[in-house]
């Protein structure tokens, strides 16, 4: 779906309409995946999928409807049924007419190897993994994908916004003798990915956790690699940093906007024109997205908003629209943790007792204002002692705040992965360094 495909599908639903304003977004993806366990290749899949959402205005009244078939009759179909929808609705004194036409600044996330890399390709970098995992007795499971995907949006008011981006992912477990091990590599250019750390990292840590201890539950200093800290963006980004919710009172930012609320080394921004990861230039509304400090040095900055809930909060838009209409309100899409000035190794030698974890699985929220979760760590979870990995241990249960978290950070690493996140976005993290971690239970899985 390139730009010209994509511009004129937009334009001969516009030329259909007879409403008073009327908008296409049009999505297009196409996934290539390879999914492989007990070292061999289990399943190939190539999907690709449509999408076109009509939203109509017929004064102040909104219908919305999609279609995946864009032919002539299929786009009168359509059209006409989001005009349906809207004519039953009751009017909406609130809504917002549509923008016009933005300059849309373009950075590069479109790779044509990547899109272009074969199941053949897949299968051989899967092959080297996998032969290396039953080289040292242990199984091998996990993906390789690779695919892209369009976002275009224009209405009847001249806006028109495309974006293209690719993407690659490669994620390995291995298991040896029932303790397991786990890494993973996203890359917008497939040539990046590196299958070497991957497979030496996954291959390492299934050897490391052979034979793991108990220990007591309670709180320890813990070293979070990149993967578990991306966990924590997801959550600030879906419960603490959209104006939804900071204008109903449900962040822990509410009403807090120039405090010191994190620690002094935390500062997290949210940039679409980001070269580790860029994402989507434009929101879903058509306005151009802002790259925002939301937390500076600790000190809260501000939140994302869309039209609607910058107006509840006399400001304006950032850019962060999802869909509209929708319940959620705005998020941010491209969530940075800014680097520190140490590594993994360093965090381990200044750690007298604590923990290493690899990443964690089945997080959740039990006080969204306080972000406070509980989830299990996996895949590789050590302790730490004298400044040396001592001896794995069975995987424990978290239970703890993040905002608590963020302000016992000791060390941050200089070095950042990019993981992939909702709507074409990214979150970009470094490893940390915390003082004092709770850790709830011990985990049965």
């Known amino acids: 779906m390139d730009k010209s495909k994509a511009e004129a599908i937009i334009q001969h639903v516009i030329s259909l309409s007879d409403a008073d304003e009327t908008e296409a977004l049009l999505s297009h993806g196409e996934e290539n995946l390879t999914r492989f366990s007990d070292n061999v290749i289990s399943q190939n899949v190539a999907r690709n999928t449509d999408s076109l959402t009509i939203r109509v205005h017929l004064g102040k009244k909104v219908g919305r409807a999609t279609t995946d078939k864009f032919d002539n009759d299929s786009l009168k179909r359509a059209f006409n049924m989001a005009k349906s929808v809207a004519s039953q609705q009751d009017e909406n004194p609130d809504l917002l007419t549509m923008l016009g036409p933005s300059e849309f600044l373009q950075s590069n996330a479109y790779y044509p190897d990547t899109v272009a890399f074969s199941p053949e390709e897949r299968a051989e970098t899967i092959a080297k993994l996998v032969k290396e995992a039953a080289r040292s007795k242990g199984n091998g499971a996990g993906i390789f994908s690779t695919g892209c995907e369009s976002v275009a949006i224009g209405n009847s008011k001249n806006l028109f916004g495309y974006f293209q981006s690719s993407s690659a992912a490669l994620s390995l477990t291995v298991d040896i003798e029932g303790a397991s091990g786990w890494a993973e590599d996203t890359q917008r250019d ?256």
Request: net charge negative; glycine share 8%.
């Open 190 to 445: 497939v040539s990046n990915i590196d299958a070497d750390r991957v497979m030496n990292t996954a291959i390492r840590k299934a050897k490391d956790a052979q034979n793991p201890i108990q220990i007591e539950p309670g709180e320890y200093t813990v070293v979070l690699e990149s993967a578990a800290v991306s966990d924590f963006m997801m959550f600030l980004a879906y419960e603490s940093f959209g104006g939804l919710n900071y204008n109903e009172g449900r962040s822990f930012l509410s009403g807090r906007l120039g405090e010191k609320i994190l620690g002094d080394n935390i500062t997290i921004c949210d940039d679409a024109y980001s070269d580790l990861n860029p994402g989507l230039p434009f929101d879903f509304e058509g306005a151009p997205r802002q790259s925002l400090t939301l937390i500076e040095n600790g000190i809260a900055k501000a939140v994302v908003h869309d039209r609607i809930t910058a107006a509840k909060a006399n400001t304006v838009t950032t850019g962060h629209s999802l869909p509209q209409p929708n319940s959620s309100g705005p998020f941010p899409l491209n969530l940075e943790l800014a680097a520190g000035d140490s590594n993994l190794a360093e965090m381990i030698k200044s750690t007298d007792h604590g923990i290493l974890v690899t990443h964690f699985h089945y997080a959740n929220v039990l006080d969204p204002v306080e972000v406070m979760l509980t989830g299990m760590t996996r895949d590789g979870t050590f302790l730490i002692e004298n400044g040396k990995i001592s001896k794995p241990i069975i995987n424990m249960r978290f239970t703890d705040s993040i905002v608590k978290a963020f302000n016992q950070v000791e060390l941050i690493s200089k070095e950042r992965i990019a993981s992939e996140a909702f709507f074409a976005g990214s979150f970009v993290v470094p490893a940390l360094k915390i003082s004092k971690f709770n850790f709830s239970s011990v985990s049965e899985f």
